[in-house]
């Protein structure tokens, strides 16, 4: 009897460990950008923010800090006293206007009390922006350089064809005569 009892007490006891241990928030954050480079400046840059509680049975509660780093200093944007259910996700859309050229950093902290994990709690992305200048000073390299490539690649074509083809015709003109 006093076996038994104690082993109903320690299973007691180890469930309710591990109720405990299952019951602690896991929040984890995803962050993408929306546009495509380059980025130029008065063009406005939009990024999205992804939420995600992990834990099958709890809500969590949290705040959400952005981070917008640009040449001309820091912008912060905060919301406060946000709640996510358990398995719940959410996406918070933002964008910015570019308004200078150089180095940008935007950085996203899930701050939340619930949580002992906090190395997936934050994100970053960076990127460069530039003037935006009509005419051929602005050069979009990837794209100039491919167009660049192929008309390479077709003209240097066409003139081994051409060769080739002028090299076949002395050839059966010679074959005529012999």
């Not at 469930?15 to 019951?23: E, G, K, N, P, T």
Request: glycine share 4%.
């Amino acid at each position: 009897m006093k076996n038994t009892i104690f082993i109903w007490l320690v299973i007691l006891i180890t469930l309710s460990f591990f109720a405990v241990a299952q019951s602690r928030a896991d929040i984890s954050i995803n962050l993408i950008q929306s546009n495509r480079p380059p980025f130029k400046v008065g063009e406005t840059f939009t990024y999205e923010a992804t939420i995600h509680n992990n834990n099958p049975i709890d809500s969590a509660n949290y705040n959400i800090e952005h981070n917008i780093q640009g040449p001309n200093g820091m912008t912060k944007k905060e919301y406060t006293n946000q709640i996510l259910g358990a398995r719940e996700s959410k996406v918070y859309r933002e964008d910015f206007t570019i308004d200078a050229t150089g180095s940008w950093s935007v950085s996203i902290y899930v701050l939340s009390l619930d949580d002992p994990y906090e190395k997936n709690n934050q994100a970053a992305l960076e990127f460069t922006s530039y003037e935006n200048v009509i005419g051929s000073k602005f050069i979009q390299k990837s794209t100039n350089r491919n167009l660049v490539l192929s008309v390479l690649i077709a003209a240097f074509t066409l003139i081994v064809i051409m060769f080739v083809n002028d090299r076949i015709k002395d050839l059966n003109k010679n074959k005529r005569r012999n």
